[in-house]
């Protein structure tokens, strides 16, 4: 497998969705390539730190506002 | 490894019940559908936008819309996704206004081979992101993903950061899967690079 093919495959990898046999071959490719390794590895890092940091927050107050702002106009027909 | 959370196709979603109140006129139960998501419509509005006014008048129209048509919304797909579609239509059609009329669509900008292949493969230091604080953190990842051409950042955010499957990003932005799939391809490895600046090993000696 070369580094173009790997990376192909990349999202299936991280995805989880790839076959047994795949995987294998993929996991053959990673023990001789530290290239794709460091790629691997920081990608799913970027995607975990993602979603787990909230890029933008909505304050309390402002939810609130828009909050009662949605449902008085609901109530009187929007 | 990353993983999605799924409901059993016969498990029946709680939104189900919820929707099915809310078109009977029970504001409450609205209510309930509003606090649940409007974190995650505001993010997708803002991510949209780039533009805190205009999210936040994003959150406010697309929930209205959204109760306004709640008779139209078909149950074989999920509120959620149906929500979503209402806010990126809503946000495409604010940025369009702040644009003076200039035609906006999720196809914008994306013909780019930037980042299609890694360039920087310097390994990260572990945990790289307590190298920094809250705030400045925060504003790295702001900075990095509003550097991506929307159609791709949009994906992602749809994808990785809320969860919704290949297909449901598909239909909520009216895409072919294997858009879908090659747009995510290229926006986490331009991500990865853009996010490799900040978070690679330094050297010995550099600062």
């Known amino acids: ?78 | 490894m990353a993983t999605i959370q799924q409901i059993g196709e016969n498990e029946q979603h709680p939104d189900v019940a919820l929707v099915a109140s809310a078109r009977t006129g029970d504001v409450q139960a609205f209510e309930t559908l509003v606090n649940k998501y409007d974190r995650q419509i505001f993010r997708i509005a803002q991510h949209i936008t780039q533009n805190k006014e205009d999210a936040q008048d994003v959150v406010q129209d697309a929930f209205l819309k959204a109760y306004e048509k709640l008779d139209q919304f078909q149950g074989n797909s999920k509120f959620y996704t149906w929500l979503v579609r209402i806010a990126v239509n809503e946000s495409l059609m604010r940025l369009r206004k702040r644009r003076t009329g200039k035609m906006v669509s999720i196809d914008d900008d994306i013909e780019t081979e930037e980042g299609s292949v890694p360039r920087d493969l310097a390994d990260w230091s572990p945990n790289p992101e307590q190298n920094y604080g809250q705030a400045e953190l925060a504003e790295i990842l702001r900075k990095t993903i509003q550097g991506l051409p929307h159609g791709f950042r949009i994906v992602f955010v749809l994808r990785d950061v809320d969860g919704l499957s290949t297909e449901e990003t598909a239909e909520t932005l009216g895409l072919s899967v294997p858009a879908v799939k090659s747009r995510l391809l290229r926006a986490r490895l331009q991500l990865r690079e853009r996010l490799s600046r900040y978070f690679r090993k330094k050297k010995a000696g550099e600062k």
């Open chain 1, 1 to 78: 497998m070369t580094c173009t093919e790997f990376l192909a495959l990349l999202d299936e990898l991280i995805d989880d969705d790839v076959s047994a046999e795949t995987r294998s071959l993929l996991q053959v490719h990673l023990k001789g390539c530290e290239h794709c390794e460091v790629t691997l590895n920081t990608t799913r890092k970027t995607i975990e730190i993602y979603r787990s940091h909230e890029v933008y927050e909505l304050p309390d107050s402002v939810r609130d506002r828009i909050r009662i702002a949605i449902l008085a106009r609901c109530k009187h027909g929007c």
